[in-house]
């Protein structure tokens, strides 16, 4: 996933629809910047220089085993999984986002495109 370029991040404030595409509230947000890029020659008029990872992991426990092995439907599977505390792509992204890593738009096209 692109990293918002520093040379030309800038804080905005965005649109709960676009906090929301991604998972976040703006209570969640709280005090917290939101961060973007608005293009400069370091980076080529894109907002973003450099890319880091962005990270799912199922831990395969005997319940997720017996669930892949009797074909269980994916949804049940998805319920499970979160449940037991299993991060998901758009997760990590989230994090990253309020880190000042990445934007929004950026998870939303990676997590979801």
Do not use: N, W
Not at 103 to 108: K, L, N, R, W
Request: aromatic share 6%.
């Amino acid at each position: 996933m692109r990293i918002i370029c520093p040379s030309c991040k800038e804080a905005y404030v965005p649109d709960p629809v676009e906090l929301e595409r991604i998972g976040l509230t703006p209570e969640i947000l709280g005090e917290r910047q939101i961060f973007r890029g608005s293009g400069c020659d370091e980076c080529h008029q894109t907002g973003y220089q450099g890319r880091c990872g962005i990270h799912e992991f199922l831990v395969v426990d005997e319940a997720v085993k017996s669930m892949i092995l009797k074909t269980s439907d994916s949804s049940e599977l998805k319920r499970y999984v979160r449940g037991q505390g299993m991060t998901t792509l758009v997760q990590d992204g989230a994090e990253k986002v309020l880190r000042g890593i990445t934007t929004i738009a950026e998870v939303y096209r990676v997590a979801q495109g």
